[in-house]
């Protein structure tokens, strides 16, 4: 017996040993060896993150289950292979930088079960994807991302109801471990252990649905996708234009290529927080240019009628939905060099009848017109009847001279709009127009396979302005380290109206911005946008002409960019360069500020002419006190700015 009992501790003994030697771990580092993704093998998959030795990210455990089997379970490792890369990367369209640096390690696991795991690790972050090798087409019901942070962590987290959405919250800082079991958020979203920012996104996003996340109600968040759609109906009492319901889901999330990769989950690392605007990780994860030629697409800045309501005054005709009102907005535009004018909801004969234009408004006529004057006619449209017959849409758009489309109200981020995404961008690309995606998922890749997308909504911008008091300063800079840190961002910047806190006021047709006018112009360097609006009235603009004349010279694309100083929902200072010129951009929160400016990014041995918008002497009162002034400096030089409360500071500094 008592042999018997020996013989049975060894068993077992041997079991565990057994059991224990099934786990494996690999182990993958940034180029700078900063950063290192530690994965484990186990009965599932998971790893954990170090930013210089420190846990950062305890725990994360991946799968997916395809045609009803989990990928990720039990996994059983058949080889292993480690890459290296370091390449210069030009970006034809560039929003931020001209040249990108590509450096990371790459690690491929590959399982018996027809998937395999790419690990990619940069000194900006790291990111993961899984890859299936099915010869057939599969169904995948569902993906695990299970996250685990460090107790201590916080987030700024853009609150969702639905997955149905214009994905244009406000961000709320909230301790992750008080989050409500339930509550969920779009990408991107902004996460703070131990002063270490974590910025999640996702990048390559081809016919599979959005990643949002979820409290599990106990600190953890994981995955939740929208569900493939089966059926919509239009909001009882509503023509079905453009607000639908979901009254039908499959119970997949995605029916796809079996031979393909999934999306890259984007984990954007670093304990500064200047380091989430100079890194470009979405757009180097994502596909290259399908397009062979882009020498039309051309980005630049928009006289836009939406936001100010055709409020245009000391004119001799009767502003409002006609054409002798876009003639005014061509001429303004044409005048200080603005490249395209939008007509936006109007110019049509109905929301659904968007083959016809209004009879008030000669769209051809309007084209033409502008031709002659050098400025291009961008057409708004809702996405419901385009997709229904987008072909001749597109065809007719083109025909007439339109130079692009900002379609509107997908308000959904399922696998079938996705792909609906992609197609408005290869149909139009076919026709050279240029898209500008409003009502939308924020950019997850999709303008570097198709440069022609060249901005994106998916913001809590200024047309909020018009029926809420939100759109802070402290908002205005929590943007540049969230939301626009991972692609273009149609913010929509230039109210002339402003206030301070105590004196804003919501008017629909007559908005105010909160904050300074220079806190708006200083937008103009500050966001990342393919197309920058010009948002206020044409006769704003030219009641006071010193904002116009200096706005409507920024550029919208850059050479470099960099960071001076930031604090994120606080202060931020960049300088931007294009060609021979640089360009400064400072925005601050409630609080003044200070700025003492050394000019040493400035080109050695130039001289430069510096025009200088800056907050007036009486800004904390009356936002729309601000002065010009132009002052010679070089690099040499040193400046010292005082920002007023939401206040701003707008530079150029140009060559002489």
């Known amino acids: 017996m008592r042999f018997q009992n020996i013989r049975c501790t060894l068993a077992l003994i041997a079991l565990l040993l057994s059991l224990k030697s099934v786990s494996q771990e690999f182990s993958i580092s940034s180029p700078n060896k900063e950063t290192e993704v530690k994965i484990n093998i186990a009965e599932n998959i998971s790893f954990s993150v170090y930013k210089n030795t420190k846990l950062i990210l305890p725990q994360a455990t991946i799968s997916i289950d395809v045609n009803s089997n989990t990928l990720g379970s039990n996994p059983i490792i058949k080889k292993t292979k480690n890459n290296s890369v370091h390449n210069n990367i030009q970006v034809p369209i560039p929003l931020k930088s001209k040249n990108i640096i590509e450096n990371f390690n790459e690690l491929n696991l590959y399982f018996k079960q027809d998937f395999y795991l790419s690990f990619r690790v940069y000194n900006e972050g790291f990111a993961y994807r899984f890859n299936t090798t099915f010869k057939n087409d599969i169904t995948i019901d569902n993906e695990q991302l299970d996250l685990k942070f460090p107790k201590s962590t916080t987030s700024l987290f853009p609150y969702e109801k639905s997955t149905y959405s214009h994905y244009e919250q406000t961000f ?27 910025l999640i996104s996702e990048a390559d996003l081809y016919d599979y649905p959005n990643l949002f996340l979820e409290s599990d109600g106990n600190g953890n968040l994981k995955a939740k996708f929208p569900k493939a759609v089966a059926k919509t109906e239009p909001v009882e009492g509503s023509s ?8 039908e889901e499959f119970p997949y999330i995605a029916k796809t290529k079996g031979t393909r990769s999934l999306p890259w989950r984007v984990f954007i690392a670093s304990a500064r927080d200047k380091d989430l605007i100079e890194q470009d990780l979405v757009y180097l994860l994502s596909r290259p240019s399908e397009l062979k030629n882009i020498d039309w697409v051309k980005p630049g800045k928009i006289a836009w009628d939406w936001y100010n309501a055709n409020n245009l005054y000391d004119v001799n005709f009767k502003a409002g939905l006609n054409t002798e009102t876009y003639k005014y907005y061509i001429d303004f535009a044409a005048d200080y060099g603005l490249e395209y004018v939008i007509l936006d909801e109007g110019w049509t004969k109905s929301t659904t009848e968007i083959l016809e234009f209004n009879p008030e408004i000669n769209v051809k006529e309007l ?17 419901k009847p385009l997709d229904a017959n987008m072909e001749q849409i597109l065809d007719t758009y083109a025909d007439w001279g339109a130079v692009g489309i900002k379609t509107d109200f997908m308000q959904r981020a399922d696998q079938e709009m996705v792909n609906s995404y992609e197609k408005i961008a290869k149909e139009c690309a076919k026709r050279k127009l240029l898209v500008d995606f409003h009502g939308a998922y924020k950019p997850s890749g999709l303008r570097r396979a198709y440069p022609n997308v060249i901005s994106y909504e998916g913001v809590h911008g200024n047309e909020n302005n018009k029926w809420i008091d939100d759109v802070t300063p402290t908002h205005n800079l929590i943007l540049p380290f969230t939301r626009n840190a991972i692609g273009p961002m149609d913010y929509t910047p230039g109210a002339m109206r402003n206030a301070q806190l105590k004196n804003h006021a919501v008017i629909f047709d007559r908005p105010m911005s909160m904050g300074t006018r220079a806190h708006q112009a200083a937008m103009y360097v500050i966001y990342e946008s393919g197309l920058q609006m010009l948002c206020d009235s044409p006769s704003s603009y030219l009641k006071d002409k010193k904002t116009v004349e200096v706005i409507s010279k920024i550029p919208t694309v850059w050479d470099k960019t960099k960071v001076i100083e930031a604090k994120i929902g606080e202060y931020l200072t960049i300088v931007r ?24 990014f400035l080109t050695d041995g130039a001289n430069y002419e510096a025009t200088i918008l800056k907050d007036g002497l009486n800004a904390n009162h009356y936002a729309e006190d601000y002065e010009v002034e132009k002052i010679r400096v070089d690099r040499t030089s040193n400046l010292h700015l005082n920002l007023a409360k939401g206040g701003g500071v707008l530079i150029i500094f140009k060559q002489v």
Not at 173 to 191: N, S, W
Not at 240 to 247: A, C, E, M, S, W
Not at 367 to 383: E, Q, R, T
């Open 172 to 198: 709320t800082q909230v301790a992750i471990d008080t989050l409500e079991k339930g509550k969920f958020g779009a990408m991107p979203i902004l996460f703070k252990a131990d002063e270490m920012n974590i």
């Open 240 to 247: 079905g234009d453009r607000n639908l319901v979901i009254t």
């Open 367 to 383: 084209i033409a017109y502008g031709k002659k004057k050098n400025v291009g006619i961008i057409l708004w449209c809702l996405w």
């Open 577 to 600: 360069n294009n060609g021979k010129n640089w360009y400064l951009g400072s925005m601050t929160d409630w609080s003044e500020h200070e700025l003492d400016l050394k000019l040493d």
